[in-house]
């Protein structure tokens, strides 16, 4: 180990942007916070009409700049507030105004925020130049969600706590390197040879990374392995990255910092939002089950508190000898292909995540277009020779024709599906084909989380594709707003009525029939052979879905009192495959063959015993590289 440098890295940046800065700039102080570098200035209003010059610091410096007033230097909030006003159009349609002293920010929510930010950020400029304060700016949800405002409400009162955060996690990040020398290693303590409980560490001899860490759908107790010495203590843990908001990859997070952890958790805003979503409904069933939950949700609030959002193609320190960069996978909401870049230019790790190859109604297809990449620990849920999926086309139509046959009988259809991804992009199909004629207009009911997952899709327009993007924009185009979907906010007897009403379409959670809501429709609808129970999604082994898509008739219910019993299916059940999130066995390969650059060697998790080594085996012989199918507690080093 050699001995750290004498000098403070944030003197030697003060001294850099002193040397740089014009005689009219002052700085007051400057810190770390997070990957960015802050600088508070007695001159806000100066720094702002110079914006080409924080452009050129940051190139030179290398690092992520933002400019704050030092304390005293901006108008009061009640002279600043009408000045903002002025300054921004009324069209913008601003929601919400806060001004937070400590920080010297100003949070400007709106319904069009690009009216707020203006040409190349100009009115942001002209604001500071006003009031002195820096702005901060918000879209408002096109979608009323609760969710939404809860997470961006806990942070901003949480905002001070968290600058103290922040610059703990920013001083760590720009420490001097100790080690001399280098190497990588991938550890696997989930997910291989199995889909769930996705958990790796990432080594080098300064840092620990764990890489998400979810639970195993349908296998209580199967969690991923934390005791190991490479994830051990949890509290010395560097940093965690989460791909995506999916419960297999995020369910176990908040247990991070029950055992201890402090640091920070890097993920995109929009996963931010949706395991704030997910979490406290994955704790909330399990208690009503009967079963402990692993956490309490204090621990959710704890594990946002130590969230850092960071936006794709966006090069972040987050270590002294590792730089993340986040692309777009393509799988659901805010989800990543994560891209790892270790020492100065030593080894470059991607993990894929979840990922989907081609555009879908929702999301552009994965980018897999890196500067480096020599090792990818790719996902293989459908990496079996036969795992090619329906044309998009071809599944959209199928799906349709057994509606209108269900329909046409008189029954009703029921479609189990994850609240995030691909009920959104059902009902998007939905809404189509009714505007269209090609299925009757009816209601399509909405149960458990999907109304609020929706919602927070339409609060991120940016993570989707550009023509939904502008339609949701537009209020009267707004897909999801259309008049036939309905909230189930009833509870069971809201569910009797429907059960016993018309024929409809009820788009439930959960996905995979592990419990919530779907197991009261199957007690309702599941004894009438008019009705159709369709699978449009994965179904992992150990799951009930998995068993009743294979044919079995008779499944366990637990009553309202409790009690278990039988429950005879006698609904028609069909599956229809290509709307999955996930890349069939042609787009996993077509992942890997237009890579740019192409990997050296790649380890294929997040699939079947059978997936990870068909896949690993195709991929060798038809790329001619090193190719592995890893078991869990295994580790890799690359040197």
Request: glycine share 8%.
């Amino acid at each position: 180990m050699s001995t750290p440098h004498d000098t403070n890295p944030l003197d030697e940046m003060r001294a850099e942007l002193e040397a740089e800065l014009p005689d009219d700039l002052s700085v007051s102080r400057v810190a770390f916070e997070g990957p960015e570098l802050v600088v508070y200035t007695d001159t806000p209003r100066e720094f702002a009409g110079r914006d080409k010059l924080i452009r050129t610091l940051a190139s030179k410096l290398r690092k992520r700049i933002t400019v704050r007033p030092a304390a005293g230097t901006q108008a009061s909030p009640t002279d600043a507030k009408p000045r903002i006003l002025d300054l921004i159009p009324e069209e913008a349609g601003i929601t919400n105004l806060e001004f937070y002293p400590a920080t010297g920010e100003v949070l400007i929510e709106a319904e069009k925020p690009g009216l707020v930010i203006g040409r190349r950020a100009s009115t942001l400029r002209e604001i500071t130049q006003a009031v002195g304060w820096t702005p901060e700016v918000l879209r408002t949800p096109p979608m009323e969600s609760s969710t939404v405002d809860n997470v961006r409400n806990f942070l901003m009162e949480e905002r001070e706590e968290r600058r103290g955060f922040l610059e703990r996690v920013g001083n760590e990040i720009h420490r001097e390197p100790t080690a001399d020398d280098e190497w990588v290693r991938v550890t696997t303590l989930g997910c291989c040879r199995e889909v769930g409980r996705a958990s790796f560490v990432l080594s080098t001899p300064e840092t620990r990374i764990l890489v998400d860490c979810g639970d195993k759908p349908g296998a209580e107790g199967e969690v991923p392995y934390l005791q190991l010495p490479e994830a051990n203590p949890i509290a010395d843990l560097d940093a965690v990255v989460l791909t995506h908001a999916h419960l297999d990859h995020s369910a176990l997070l908040p247990l991070l910092f029950k055992y201890g952890y402090d640091g920070p958790v890097y993920m995109t805003q929009a996963t931010r939002d949706l395991i704030g979503l997910l979490q406290l409904d994955y704790i909330d069933v399990a208690a009503k089950e009967g079963r402990t939950p692993p956490y309490e949700s204090a621990m959710v609030r704890e594990e946002l508190r130590h969230t850092i959002t960071v936006d794709y193609g966006d090069v972040t320190d987050i270590a002294p000898d590792v730089k993340l960069t986040f692309h777009n996978a393509g799988h659901i909401l805010g989800s990543a292909v994560t891209h790892f870049h270790v020492g100065n230019g030593f080894h470059n790790v991607v993990f894929s995540g979840d990922v989907h190859y081609t555009d879908t109604r929702l999301f552009n297809g994965a980018s897999n277009d890196f500067p480096r990449a020599e090792t990818l620990v790719m996902e293989s849920t459908y990496g079996k020779r036969d795992d090619y999926q329906t044309d998009q086309e071809d599944s959209e139509r199928k799906l349709v024709e057994l509606i209108d046959a269900t329909i046409d009988r008189g029954g009703k259809v029921v479609i189990p599906a994850f609240a995030v991804g691909r009920s959104q992009e059902l009902m998007l199909v939905l809404e189509e084909a009714m505007r269209e004629g090609k299925l009757p207009t009816l209601p399509i009911y909405l149960d458990g989380m999907i109304r609020e997952a929706t919602a927070i899709h339409t609060a991120y327009p940016e993570f989707l594709r550009d023509g939904l993007r502008q339609r949701i924009l537009h209020e009267d185009e707004n897909p999801f707003l259309a008049e036939q979907f309905q909230q189930v906010d009833g509870g069971h007897e809201m569910r009797e009525e429907i059960a016993d009403g018309d024929s409809c379409i009820i788009l439930s959670t959960s996905g995979m029939v592990t419990g919530g809501p779907i197991m009261s429709w199957l007690e309702l609808v599941g004894g009438d052979p008019e009705n159709t129970l369709i699978f449009v999604g994965y179904q992992a082994q150990g799951t009930l879905g998995r068993r009743i898509q294979s044919g079995r008739k008779e499944i366990p219910f637990s009553d309202r009192g409790g009690r278990t019993e039988q429950l005879t299916l006698r609904l028609d059940v069909e599956s229809v495959s290509g709307f999955s999130g996930h890349a069939d066995r042609n787009g996993l390969e077509n992942f890997v063959r237009t890579m740019n650059p192409r990997p050296e060697e790649v380890l294929c998790v997040h699939g079947d015993e059978s997936a990870t080594d068909q896949l690993s085996s195709g991929l060798y012989q038809e790329f001619n590289i090193r190719t592995h199918a890893p078991r869990n507690l295994e580790t890799f080093r690359f040197d």
